[in-house]
Nanobody, 115 residues
Framework: QVQLVESGGDSVQPGGSLRLSCAAS????????MGWYRQVPGNQRELVAR???????NYADSVKGRFTISRDNAKNTVYLQMNSLRPEDTAVYYC?????????WGQGTQVTVSS
């Protein structure tokens, strides 16, 4: 059974930092593209950052220079380091894994940026 378990969501002030983690099980982690998406109620889920099995990364324009995605294949975990957080980063953040037609999602973790 595939499981993606996110952690690290919290409430922070603008300008603060958080690190999200996503621990995967039930998949051959190192061959999957891993990603972080976010969703605000009433809006579509949007890509935040993605990292391939070859460590190629891409980011949404809105987070470039502030967020960093990384993976630790030995721990089957993907991370999202979020710096200089803004109120507009407030959302539920979801972990995603993709390989071919296989596509899995975590349950999400809430990030709130507010003064």
């Amino acid at each position: 059974q595939v499981q993606l378990v996110e952690s690290g969501g919290d409430s922070v002030q603008p300008g603060g930092s958080l690190r999200l983690s996503c621990a995967a099980s039930g998949i051959t982690f190192n061959i999957y593209t891993m990603g972080w998406y976010r969703q605000v109620p009433g809006n579509q889920r949007e890509l935040v950052a993605r990292i391939t099995s070859g460590d190629v990364t891409n980011y949404a324009d809105s987070v470039k220079g502030r967020f960093t995605i990384s993976r630790d294949n030995a721990k089957n975990t993907v991370y999202l380091q979020m710096n200089s957080l803004r109120p507009e980063d407030t959302a539920v953040y979801y972990c995603n894994s993709q390989f071919g037609h296989l596509n899995y999602w975590g349950q999400g973790t809430q990030v709130t940026v507010s003064s």
